[in-house]
T-cell receptor, first 114, second 114 residues
Framework: AQKVTQAQTEISVVEKEDVTLDCVYE???????LFWYKQPPSGELVFLIR??????QNEISGRYSWNFQKSTSSFNFTITASQVVDSAVYFC???????????FGAGTTVTVRA | GAVVSQHPSRVICKSGTSVKIECRSL??????MFWYRQFPKQSLMLMAT?????????EQGVEKDKFLINHASLTLSTLTVTSAHPEDSSFYIC??????????FGSGTRLTVV
């Protein structure tokens, strides 16, 4: 069963628009960790954020913000005032405390047009 | 911060030959290393999990005799693609972890089998 669902395959926006990427996860563990990674065309994975299941506080880092809601099993990611350099594939991922494996969602391709 | 070095970054090999990919944690001891495969426009799929000094655990559908994983030390894991065929062409990426809430990824290896 898929543990992480990113329903949006592709999103295209014009520069300076905000873009929100959805992530819904599924787990029976009470202790788990959620991640967001950025994968630019070069291929390397860039770590953006880690959140544990006991910390529902939303976070803002520059133009990036994350909304974690356990009630809906969602961990959404918003890029404010998007820039062309934000164009990449973004992955949401989950690991469970009892299992070191990191399960990735299908990814969302974000294209920011000038 | 934690750094994982992966080599080579690109490799082209002839069909039927074997290719070895190295993954090294440079400044920490990795309890567990993971190998992922990513086909174009797809997500990262976990191939296997390896712990130092023990046999790797392969995911369902991954041929262990074709994808040989050796985790000889706490800082080095290797993936050998044996008798490579064009369908093995893919992006391979490793990850090293000390615990379930932290993963450091290598920069990936793009394998092309001709």
């Amino acid at each position: 069963a898929q543990k992480v669902t990113q329903a949006q395959t592709e999103i295209s926006v014009v520069e300076k628009e905000d873009v929100t990427l959805d992530c819904v996860y599924e787990t029976r563990d009470t202790t788990y960790y959620l991640f967001w990674y950025k994968q630019p065309p070069s291929g390397e994975l860039v770590f953006l954020i880690r959140r544990n299941s006991f910390d529902e506080q939303n976070e803002i880092s520059g133009r990036y913000s994350w909304n974690f809601q356990k009630s809906t099993s969602s961990f959404n990611f918003t890029i404010t005032a998007s820039q062309v350099v934000d164009s990449a594939v973004y992955f949401c991922a989950l690991s469970e405390a009892g299992d070191y494996k990191l399960s990735f969602g299908a990814g969302t391709t974000v294209t920011v047009r000038a | 911060g934690a750094v994982v070095s992966q080599h080579p970054s690109r490799v082209i090999c002839k069909s039927g030959t074997s290719v070895k990919i190295e993954c090294r944690s440079l400044d920490f001891q990795a309890t567990t290393m993971f190998w992922y495969r990513q086909f174009p426009k797809q997500s990262l799929m976990l191939m296997a999990t390896s712990n130092e000094g023990s046999k790797a655990t392969y995911e369902q559908g991954v041929e262990k005799d074709k994808f040989l994983i050796n985790h000889a030390s706490l800082t080095l894991s290797t993936l050998t693609v044996t008798s490579a065929h064009p369908e093995d062409s893919s992006f391979y990426i490793c990850s090293a972890s000390r615990d379930a809430d932290g993963y450091t990824f290598g920069s990936g290896t793009r394998l092309t089998v001709v």
